[in-house]
């Protein structure tokens, strides 16, 4: 039986000594979603007759937890290079027709 609240004494992965950012992302992320998984085991192995108040406050805790990994994997995922070369290619099309309107006007 694992202990219901007991500290986790395993350090994280450490980091190659010149790890990649976009690597070292992926490592967080990995090791934030284990624990993320691990508090929602520890909810789940919960006595029944908790105080209600703790149990919100656990529940709150969660909710907000998984909201931060969602938001942080969903940057991640909008930092891609080919998220990067989409936004590239849109900003380079928009200076172009920018441009394309401004020499427009000066002939006129």
Do not use: N
């Not at 998984?37 to 406050?57: E, G, T």
């Not at 995922?77 to 020499?103: I, K, M």
């Amino acid at each position: 039986m694992r202990p219901r609240w007991s500290a986790d004494t395993t350090p994280p992965p450490a980091a190659p000594a010149a790890e990649d950012p976009a690597a070292a992302q992926r490592r967080i992320l990995r090791d934030l979603a284990r624990k993320q998984v691990r508090f929602s085991r520890q909810i789940d192995d919960l006595p029944a007759d908790l105080d209600l108040r703790i149990l919100c406050r656990l529940f709150a805790l969660h909710a907000r937890s998984s909201q931060r990994l969602s938001r942080m994997i969903a940057d991640r995922e909008a930092l891609t290079a080919d998220a990067v070369d989409d936004f590239a290619r849109a900003v380079a099309q928009a200076l172009a027709q920018l441009g394309d309107q401004l020499s427009t006007r000066r002939r006129t």
